[in-house]
């Protein structure tokens, strides 16, 4: 029987991805005004995260089986932590964008990784049930990342948003 604790590690570093992309949904007018960028250029850090988001889960699968889960996922999430702080100190769109496309495929290394440490690690039956937890996380992190995007934006700015992922990163760091 797994413990919370692993679990809970398993589905902090699922859950990087869904939030990333989500979660810039409520700053993508802040992001417009200050950078002066019309909705096709703020649409973009959203539409090439998922991109990005699609092309690590690709990549980090293969990439974990030849090389290993741990160092892949170690640097996926430290991919993710550059790309956030990237985010954060961004000068102009083009940087902001370029910050949420490292970020992005870095957070896909824990949705993948996740799921096979999972598969490598316990039975058929266990698997199905941890699993299961693992994609309530993943269901539910999309759902709330917009609301925690708006209120971080509202009270303290966009960039908090980069830097709420960020903190994510370093504890997902942590643990992992």
Same mark, same amino acid.
């Given at each position: %029987? +797994?413990? =919370?604790?692993?679990i809970?590690?398993?589905a902090?570093?699922?859950?990087?991805? +869904?939030?990333?992309? $989500?979660?810039?949904? @409520?700053? *993508? @007018?802040?992001?417009?005004?200050?950078?002066?960028?019309?909705?096709?250029?703020?649409?973009?850090? *959203?539409?090439l995260?998922?991109?990005a #988001?699609a092309?690590g889960t690709?990549? $980090?699968? +293969?990439?974990?089986?030849?090389?290993?889960?741990k @160092?892949?996922?170690?640097?996926?999430?430290? *991919?993710?932590?550059a790309g956030?702080?990237?985010?954060?100190?961004?000068?102009?769109?083009?940087?902001?964008?370029?910050? !949420?496309?490292?970020?992005? =495929?870095?957070?896909?290394?824990?949705l993948?990784?996740?799921?096979?440490?999972?598969r490598?690690?316990?039975? !058929?039956?266990e698997?199905?049930?941890? %699993?299961?937890?693992l994609?309530?996380v993943?269901? #539910?992190a +999309? %759902?709330?990342?917009?609301?925690?995007?708006?209120?971080?934006?509202?009270?303290?700015?966009?960039h908090?948003?980069?830097?709420?992922?960020?903190a994510?990163?370093?504890?997902? #760091?942590?643990?992992a």
């Open positions: %029987m +797994p413990s =919370f604790r692993f809970a590690v398993l902090l570093v699922a859950s990087l991805g +869904p939030i990333t992309i $989500h979660i810039i949904v @409520p700053v *993508l @007018p802040d992001i417009a005004r200050d950078f002066g960028a019309g909705g096709a250029g703020t649409q973009l850090t *959203l539409s995260g998922l991109i #988001l092309a690709l990549i $980090h699968g +293969p990439a974990s089986d030849r090389f290993g889960r @160092p892949v996922l170690l640097g996926g999430l430290a *991919l993710f932590f956030s702080l990237i985010c954060i100190w961004s000068p102009t769109i083009e940087i902001l964008i370029a910050g !949420r496309v490292i970020q992005s =495929f870095g957070g896909a290394a824990g993948v990784i996740s799921r096979a440490i999972v490598d690690l316990y039975p !058929r039956e698997a199905a049930r941890i %699993m299961g937890y994609l309530s993943v269901v #539910l +999309p %759902m709330l990342a917009p609301l925690i995007g708006g209120y971080l934006t509202e009270y303290f700015g966009w908090t948003v980069f830097g709420f992922a960020a994510l990163a370093v504890v997902a #760091l942590a643990v």
